[in-house]
């Protein structure tokens, strides 16, 4: 009954019925959808920029304050030697200062907390106890430790970096200290200050008591966000982003990462008004340009919507899996044939390249030994795992330097390191393109030869070792390697099993007079 009406109404009234209502239907849901698929590229574009940005400025903080302790560790080393002398303890300060820009000052404290040399030598008085809040973590953990953002009575932020000091019977000494001015044109410094990416966006850092020691805006320094949900999640560790109202109301796209060792917060964001500006002047033009051609055109836009919508769709579907393998693909297929189209197309295939390349460099330094460049353990657990995974039989040989310690304690670790670094390069460059060179431990190495059999591996060892042996190092002169070898699946035992079989292998090679390959 109720259809009744339409079967007096002629087909071409119910076309034209039909074809006005969807024409004005899918007017008004293409400048929606538009406006919708846009404001979600661009958003979800800021917010992933923001997120890679605020991990890599993290990441290069970490890799600093770990190269500093490093540097801290070969004072503290001297220091040990020359406890008594404070002519000797003064020069090694200064080195320590002098090295580079990573410093400000350094000092010596004992296990009472007594300031023993300072450099420069205004930087504390000899002989009276130092700030509790840079000595007590140190003393009383006995570790290397990195203060809080200390504000000095000469103004800015100061942060002190420690390092225990043991004599030769393992007797706490005291620690070595560097301090850093975050205000001033340092190492440090530099990193968290110099790193705006445009007029609108800016980075920030914050400490594990919601507290914001560096600000863009010098008036915020100091201040507090306890109730800063973007300050909460980087300082619960691990990275991301989201849509945050900051403590000035204003709605922010954030990213943060945090700094393991330090427990700090960064975070880089941008308003969500700013980034979506040039949205609202291209949705106003389209509107205009629309209202000339609005009758003639209902017709021909009711054949062109699908076409619009459709590169406008792709495109969205696409931005959802940026990180996803093969997504420039995907987009580069998308027909994308008029302006706006082309300009998200390319502001996507832009986007995806530059994650592309963040996530290569995130990946490079989190699966490469910094030293050698060889796949490090966290790399080589998870090669390991997946030819697991796939039951693909592999052998393995192990490989340690004989005499290492006597090389370092000779020649000094800077030695050392380069004879780490001419041992991988040779075995680098015996691998084939299928194999897998690993730095697992300080001299501790392993090859991986997938879909090998034991034998051949034999082989291979047996060339490595007689390389390794007839290469005169500069310096150092010829060292020499063991190596234990062994294969799996075999005797039903785990990946696991197979590795500490290798490396019982490779002891039994050293008991047996070094220099040596043993296998089963």
């Known amino acids: 009954m109720q259809w009744t009406v339409f079967r007096k109404v002629s087909l071409r009234t119910l076309i034209l019925i039909f074809a006005l209502f969807v024409t004005i239907i899918t007017l008004l849901n293409c400048f929606y959808s538009a406006r919708q698929v846009q404001e979600s590229v661009l958003i979800t574009n800021a917010l992933s920029k923001n997120k890679a940005y605020a991990e890599r400025i993290a990441s290069t903080i970490e890799l600093y304050f770990r190269v500093s302790m490093e540097q801290l560790a070969y004072s503290a080393n001297f220091v040990e030697h020359k406890i008594n002398n404070s002519e000797a303890l003064l020069q090694e300060l200064e080195r320590l200062q002098q090295q580079d820009s990573g410093f400000d000052g350094a000092m010596f404290v004992n296990a009472s907390g007594t300031v023993v040399a300072t450099y420069p030598q205004n930087l504390s008085q000899n002989g009276t106890r130092l700030n509790p809040a840079i000595a007590e973590p140190a003393l009383e953990t006995e570790t290397q430790t990195i203060s809080h953002a200390l504000v000095p009575e000469s103004g800015g932020r100061i942060v002190y970096l420690t390092y225990p000091v043991y004599s030769s019977s393992n007797v706490y000494l005291g620690f070595v200290s560097g301090l850093i001015h975050l205000n001033k044109q340092n190492v440090l410094g530099s990193l968290i200050s110099n790193h705006f990416q445009n007029d609108r966006s800016y980075v920030y850092l914050v400490d594990q008591d919601d507290m914001l020691f560096y600000h863009p805006d010098p008036t915020r320094s100091g201040t507090k966000e306890p109730n800063n949900k973007v300050v909460q999640a980087a300082e619960s560790g691990g990275s991301g982003s989201m849509e945050v109202v900051n403590s000035r109301g204003v709605m922010m796209l954030a990213g943060y990462s945090s700094v393991p060792s330090s427990a700090w917060g960064v975070i880089a964001q ?24 609005s009758i003639p055109g209902l017709c021909i836009l009711l054949w062109l919507s699908g076409m619009i919508s459709a590169p406008l769709r792709r495109l969205a579907d696409g931005a959802a899996t940026l990180d996803a393998e093969g997504a420039a693909s995907t987009v580069m297929k998308v027909n994308a044939w008029y302006e706006e ?4 197309k390319g502001g996507l295939l832009k986007g995806i390249d530059l994650i592309n390349q963040k996530m290569k460099g995130l990946s490079d330094q989190a699966n490469r030994d910094h030293l ?32 290492f310690k006597r090389v370092n304690d000779t020649f000094g670790h800077d030695v050392g390191d380069y004879v780490l670094q001419c041992l991988a390069r040779i075995m680098a460059d015996s691998c084939r393109d299928t194999d897998y060179a690993c730095r697992v431990g300080g001299e501790e190495f392993y ?25 005169t190092i500069e310096g150092v002169g010829n060292i020499t390697i063991s190596c234990g070898v062994t294969g799996w699946p075999g005797e039903d035992r785990s990946v696991k099993a197979a590795l500490k079989k290798a490396d019982e292998l490779m002891y039994q090679a050293k008991r047996n007079g070094r220099n040596r390959t043993e296998w089963e």
């Open 270 to 293: 941008e308003p969500k008004a700013s980034t979506l500006a040039p949205l609202d002047t291209l949705m106003n033009k389209m509107i205009l340009g629309t209202l000339p051609l």
């Open 372 to 403: 050698t460049g060889l796949l490090n353990r966290r790399a080589t657990d998870i090669l390991l795992e997946g030819l697991e995974k796939d039951g693909r039989s592999f052998a393995i040989i192990s490989v340690d330097i004989d005499h």
């Open 341 to 344: 189209a082309i300009h998200i």
């Open 447 to 471: 090859l991986i030869l997938p879909d090998t059999p034991v034998q051949a591996t034999i082989d291979i060892s047996e060339r490595i070792r007689g390389v390794v042996e007839q290469t």
